[in-house]
């Protein structure tokens, strides 16, 4: 697949980017590059290579665990010694520059 300029400008209009000619013209050809660099890859033989579900498993974990008991160690409970309550409404809006009693008021930044 290659990315054409008329990609390139879809994508930069889509992320609100204002690109020069020179901006296109060698984005189009950096991503081309990248492409063509990751076909290449499908080249390789790799009948011989085992398919990893995660590469973290070089880290040593006992393996007689299976599934997601091997990645227990990535994850913790949602918790924090430093636990308050949330700022009251009111007060919350106390200092807002603007509001309408309810929610922040904020200037609009998207003028499309």
Do not use: C, W
């Not at 009948?47 to 007689?64: E, I, T």
């Amino acid at each position: 697949m290659k990315v054409t300029e008329k990609d390139v400008s879809y994508v930069a209009d889509l992320a609100n980017l204002e690109l020069t000619e020179q901006e296109r013209t060698r984005m189009v050809r950096d991503l081309n590059s990248i492409l063509g660099h990751v076909d290449s890859l499908s080249e390789l033989d790799t009948k011989n290579v085992a398919p990893m579900a995660q590469v973290s498993d070089r880290f040593g974990l006992d393996d007689s665990k299976q599934g997601s008991e091997r990645f227990a160690y990535a994850s913790r409970d949602d918790v924090h010694e430093g636990l308050r309550k949330s700022l009251p409404h009111d007060v919350a809006l106390a200092n807002a520059p603007d509001s309408d009693g309810t929610f922040f008021k904020v200037p609009k930044v998207i003028e499309k």
